[in-house]
């Protein structure tokens, strides 16, 4: 969990120093297919959790399925049921047995969306939101608004990968960036090279198609 790893480029060794220092509390990472936003920020959080830098991670995604797949409809169980799906990155990154340990043990906390409302994250808790492309302002709002003494807001998404027109007309990321640019208590790091693989990189490529 939180294995030690290095920047491959400049943007990743900028997004290393940003994760790293305390000062910024609401930290954005933007980026395409395979450039790291993710993994890193994921790596990040489970390394401060090991070394007592924050008590908890608290996972945060907006329901939203992939622009042009069909919805496979309502997804039973509770809470961490209808979310798991969403939690594979960290699978991913460490193993399924360690994601389950982590729910258990309470280190790891799913939320979705819609029950953040009321919440208070205090006592350094690490609140993580990925593909938050898919947010409105409002949704932003609400996140940021939960952030209590101690505790920062993490932000992985790409502004590319927009799966709802809702999101296109009133897109939180973007009034983040507008609302608090030269805000202390805020740094952003846009991730430009793709990382992945040699086949991961063609993705892009797609875009002049």
Request: charged fraction near 25%.
């Amino acid at each position: 969990m939180g294995e030690k790893i290095a920047p491959r480029n400049l943007e990743q060794k900028m997004l290393f120093h940003m994760l790293q220092e305390d000062d910024t509390k609401i930290k954005l990472c933007l980026g395409s297919f395979g450039t790291g936003k993710t993994y890193l920020m994921l790596q990040h959080a489970l390394k401060g959790v090991q070394e007592g830098r924050f008590s908890k991670i608290v996972f945060v995604r907006n329901n939203v399925i992939t622009r042009g797949s069909r919805d496979i409809g309502f997804l039973g169980g509770g809470l961490v049921e209808k979310i798991y799906p969403y939690l594979m990155p960290i699978a991913d990154l460490t193993s399924q047995d360690t994601l389950d340990e982590l729910i258990r043990s309470e280190v790891l906390e799913p939320v979705p969306l819609g029950f953040l409302r009321g919440r208070d994250f205090s006592n350094s808790t690490l609140v993580f939101c990925d593909e938050a492309e898919n947010l409105t302002k409002q949704n932003i709002q609400l996140m940021i608004g939960r952030i209590g003494d101690g505790s920062q807001l993490w932000i992985a998404g790409d502004l590319k990968q927009i799966d709802h027109r809702d999101f296109e007309q009133n897109n939180g990321i973007r009034a983040l960036i507008n609302g608090l640019a030269g805000e202390p208590l805020f740094g952003m790091v846009k991730l430009v090279k793709s990382e992945r693989s040699a086949t991961a990189m063609l993705a892009d490529r797609l875009d002049a198609v």
